[in-house]
């Protein structure tokens, strides 16, 4: 909120102009008031469907919350100037490449399609891998999945990702992570609890509960046999054969506010991006 203010800490402005055009000094001024309201939190929209877990962000991040105050992650620089934003003059410098276990603020590979024990990042229940035959691809509409923080969105079963990825290469993306695995005939309500088997789920009958999202810079790819493109610092696929996976980073600061719906008010962790829209 905000009003005028003259030199001398008044409030009203000015009415030169105004007396000017009046033809006479009767009119004194008046203050002059604006508001804006803006809200901001977690996204609330992805654009990419395609999903992976809390404990493999965490490891790829290095956030933690003990012992406190913990850890808020480490993140690559953001790109900056002309596509792709790395690489060039005034430009940061690509991340180093992907290494096992993955190192914060370095490149990743994330894996799509591991129904077991991932060992890299060391998450031996659900918190570390997709469902049996969901490879982390979401049920989507012309490769848009609409998913909510805090929501359940089903999985898309095969080991073929839903859309073309080669739109998104070497930008910027948000990944919604999950933090439970479902096995249901009908979408869930509300958030896991105890009595959830968070480790269930294989088929078409299977949810996943969306914790919140991820700015990531995809910098490859391989999400079918024929869908896959080169890593541009590398020149190397970033998985061969059967394997589906993304390679890039993950990225802290805003998101685009044309990419999600209003916001909700922030939850923990925020997975480094938040979003800001205009409220009213």
Not at 82 to 100: N, R
Not at 196 to 204: E, I, K, N, P
């Amino acid at each position: 909120r905000t009003k005028t203010l003259t030199s001398g800490g008044s409030s009203i402005l000015p009415p030169y102009l105004a007396q000017t055009l009046a033809g006479g000094s009767g009119y004194s001024g008046e203050a002059v008031r604006a508001c804006a309201r803006a809200a901001w939190g977690n996204p609330g929209y992805s654009a990419v469907p395609v999903t992976f877990s809390y404990c493999e962000w965490q490891k790829a991040t290095g956030y933690t919350t003990t012992p406190a105050p913990g850890n808020p992650g480490v993140y690559a620089p953001n790109p900056v100037g002309p596509a792709p934003g790395y690489g060039g003059a005034s430009q940061p410098a690509w991340p180093a490449a992907a290494q096992s276990p993955p190192v914060p603020g370095n490149e990743i590979i994330i894996d799509l399609q591991n129904p077991g024990p991932h060992p890299a990042y060391e998450c031996p229940t659900w918190n570390g891998h997709d469902t049996a035959g969901g490879f982390g691809y979401l049920t989507a509409n012309s490769c848009h999945a609409v998913v909510t923080t805090g929501g359940w969105v089903q999985v898309d079963t095969g080991n073929n990702s839903p859309c073309d990825m080669s739109q998104f290469f070497n930008k910027i993306i948000y990944l919604p992570v999950f933090d439970c695995v479902l096995q249901s005939g009908s979408v869930p309500s509300g958030a896991p609890t105890a009595a959830m088997d968070c480790a269930s789920g294989a088929g078409s009958n299977t949810w996943y509960h969306i914790q919140g999202f991820a700015k990531f810079f995809l910098s490859g790819y391989k999400t079918s046999g024929s869908d896959q493109m080169a890593r541009t610092a590398t020149g190397t696929v970033p998985c061969s054969g059967s394997d589906r996976c993304l390679s890039g980073w993950f990225l802290q600061g805003l998101v685009d506010a044309s990419q999600i719906s209003p916001p909700t008010p922030p939850g923990s962790p925020s997975f480094g991006a938040y979003a800001v829209q205009v409220a009213g």
